[in-house]
């Protein structure tokens, strides 16, 4: 036994297991708030175990998202009553956004339209699927060389010092003159510093893109890793966010993790009503304000059309870009033929090829170079 | 770390949770006890939650408990120093240097030392709440400097030298979740969710919020908002969306308009985007009849 063992007060190492749980349980826990933790139980007396849990929920920053995960485990170890998390996938009429960082199922969005999901739930068949091991891929190490100088940037409010920027540097001009007894000899200059524009990556998973859609994951994963700010989501019968495990920089790694948090790969397409679940989520939604989105997806859309339409005229008012990516586009004869990506045109900047990996890396390197103009339909 | 069980003659979340009701703020246990805990142990609260839900509000109202004056840096991207912490008066020093001539003058001393935010927090602990507003519309270099502020409370002007907090001041932080924040600045605060309150709680609060608003009213209006709140809107009415349309629609009624009819001429100040009003449009009617029931 160690001597820190010996020291700590029986009841502190209760707690002290209760925290090696949380960890087990993926929950990020630092040893300074443990002993925060402990010294806020003693503080509220513990009037009863109400008190210990909210301790909890306060000194370990249980995001709210997570809280009925936090309880289920708090039971568990302080109650000896075991939970189950609450299924995945087992709620047909409704779209989900599911964030599997938040360990549940954080919103769920009513359709607007009941018919949707009517429809869409004899198409929907939840599945999951294995990744194979990746090997090396040119045209991702491509895109992983060229897509940080690529990616496009807006002007940030933050500051650098120029020579020839737009306002004066008093700081520095000040500093200068009083080495030569008040005398502003020369201006110095700011200009705003650029950075890059947020990339948002909606992917359509369902059966009918089955062919493309891993070659889509590993893109993603590509640009996951290379801009400041990406977000990933999959589109199929619920709405997913997969950048979180996108971020593990092993490739393969990172795709099992997908596969273990996407349950609707090979499914049945309510693009619709899985935007507008993501637009129903506000830290999700915000996301899209002046980002770059990229929609990969056929458009075989089974919902109703106009739930597609207003979710995709929202995106387009809040994003810098929208661009619609499809493999049917490689033809170039190709046009529209689904009600809904014939109604949504007009809310494009682009419809472009999205048949290979190599089609969509060249999209998102050309992106800064794409003017923003809006598709006529 | 300090422990003060008591701060300000409060020593529970039970007292915090009354001196919160005494200071027109209807907090329930929870938030109470969080609260309490940061004050005792001398962290950050960072309260988290949806827009309007009060997040603001109680840190003045923690503020008015301990009669201290609410310091508020709100943030934004490309917030930097000189917005957070302090500036140099440019132009009075070089007035300074000029009027000066051949004598000695120092440009920096205190009276060309504009302060901002976080240096008045430093500087006067006891008497001030630091409320940093919003802090995930900063960007990351901010948080980032935020973290050497949260953790020692000290400052460093390079021209005069580092400067310590002689007590740790309390400081507020919220969040409206548009996005996560840093694990390590999460970790160094007690962390709270507001949520929306349950009816009852809401009714409460509009009654203490709005003298002129009748129970009935405040009651109608709580029931409409829950259902407001169940529709897919971008941005769902928060409290304080319920308070104003109280208000709003008793001022209607008193110029004259008969319920519920005075519930929908004042809908403008509970939806507040054009597609959730043409979303809530048509299915007003039903709320309002649901409520009237």
């Known amino acids: 036994m160690s001597i820190r063992e010996t020291s700590m007060p029986r009841a502190a190492q209760t707690f002290v297991e209760f925290v090696q749980l949380l960890r087990q349980n993926s929950f990020s826990v630092a040893p300074d708030q443990t002993a925060s933790f402990i010294e806020a139980i003693g503080l509220l007396g513990p009037r009863g175990l109400e008190d210990i849990r909210r301790a909890g929920l306060a000194m370990l920053s249980i995001p709210r998202a997570r809280w009925e995960e936090y309880d289920a485990l708090f039971r568990a170890f302080f109650l000896d009553q075991t939970t189950s998390a609450p299924a995945l996938g087992d709620d047909d009429d409704e ?232 493999p049917l586009a490689a033809d170039p004869l190709y046009e529209p033929r689904t009600e809904a990506l014939a109604a949504s045109l007009t809310y494009f900047d682009s419809l472009s090829d999205g048949s290979s990996i190599a089609a969509l890396a060249d999209h998102i390197l050309s992106l800064s170079r794409a003017a923003t103009r809006r598709l006529v339909a | 770390m300090a422990v003060n069980p008591v701060i300000a003659g409060i020593g529970s979340p039970n007292e915090l949770q009354q001196a919160l009701t005494g200071a027109q703020y209807i907090a329930d246990e929870a938030l109470a006890t969080a609260g309490y805990l940061s004050l005792a142990l001398s962290k950050p609260l960072l309260l988290e939650g949806a827009p309007g839900v009060g997040k603001t509000e109680a840190a003045k109202a923690i503020g008015a408990v301990l009669s201290r004056r609410v310091v508020r840096l709100q943030c934004f991207e490309g917030i930097d120093s000189a917005a957070a912490l302090y500036e140099w008066n440019y132009p009075r020093q070089m007035l300074a240097i000029r009027q000066a001539g051949d004598d000695y003058v120092n440009i920096y001393s205190d009276d060309f030392l504009l302060e901002r935010p976080m240096l008045e927090a430093l500087r006067y602990p006891r008497d001030c709440v630091l409320l940093i507003d919003e802090i995930d519309r900063a960007d990351q270099e901010f948080e980032a400097f935020l973290l050497e502020f949260l953790s020692d409370f000290t400052i460093s002007i390079p021209e005069t030298g580092t400067m310590r907090a002689t007590t740790q001041p309390v400081v507020v932080l919220t969040s409206n979740r548009t996005r996560d924040l840093h694990e390590a600045l999460r970790r160094r605060c007690v962390y709270h969710w507001i949520d929306y309150p349950n009816p009852a709680l809401e009714a409460e609060i509009v009654m203490a919020r709005a003298s002129t608003v009748v129970q009935a009213t405040a009651d109608a209006v709580v029931r409409a908002v829950g259902e407001l709140r169940q529709m897919p809107l971008i941005k769902p009415p928060g409290v304080a969306e319920t308070v104003e349309w109280s208000q709003a629609a008793t001022l209607m009624n008193q110029q004259g308009q008969p319920w519920p009819e005075a519930f929908r001429r004042a809908i403008g100040v509970a939806i507040k985007d054009h597609d959730d009003l043409d979303y809530v449009a048509p299915r007003l009617d039903d709320v309002l009849r649901g409520i009237a029931a």
């Not at chain 1, 993603?220 to 495990?245: C, M, N, S, W, Y």
């Not at chain 1, 899985?274 to 129903?280: G, K, N, T």
């Open chain 1, 95 to 326: 779209v989900e956004a599911f964030d599997p960082r938040d360990g549940e199922q954080e919103i769920a969005v009513d359709q607007r339209d009941s018919e949707v999901g009517d429809r869409a739930t004899r198409l929907e068949t939840l599945s999951q699927r294995e990744f194979l091991t990746l090997s090396d891929d040119e045209v991702l190490r491509h895109f992983a060389q060229n897509a940080r100088r690529a990616l496009p940037r807006r002007k940030s409010r933050r500051r650098k010092p120029t020579p020839q920027g737009d306002r004066i540097d008093q700081r520095r001009t000040l500093r200068q003159a009083v080495q030569r007894e008040g005398e502003v000899f020369d201006l110095r200059k700011t200009s705003r510093q650029k950075r890059q524009r947020p990339i948002v990556l909606l992917i359509d998973v369902s059966g009918s893109m089955k062919d493309q859609s891993e070659q889509t994951v590993r893109l993603a994963h590509a640009v996951v890793q290379v801009a400041d700010r990406a977000e990933v989501f999959t589109l199929g019968t619920r709405l997913t966010r997969i950048a979180p495990a996108l971020r593990d920089k092993n490739i393969d790694r990172a795709l099992q993790d997908v596969a273990g948090v996407v349950s609707d790969f090979d499914g049945g397409t309510r693009i619709g009503a899985a935007v507008a679940a993501l637009l129903a989520v506000p830290r999700f939604a915000g996301t899209l304000r002046g980002a770059a989105v990229s929609v990969i997806s056929d458009g075989l859309e089974r919902g109703e059309t106009g739930t597609m339409v207003d979710a995709v005229a929202r995106i387009s008012r809040m994003a810098w870009r929208l661009d619609w990516l499809s």
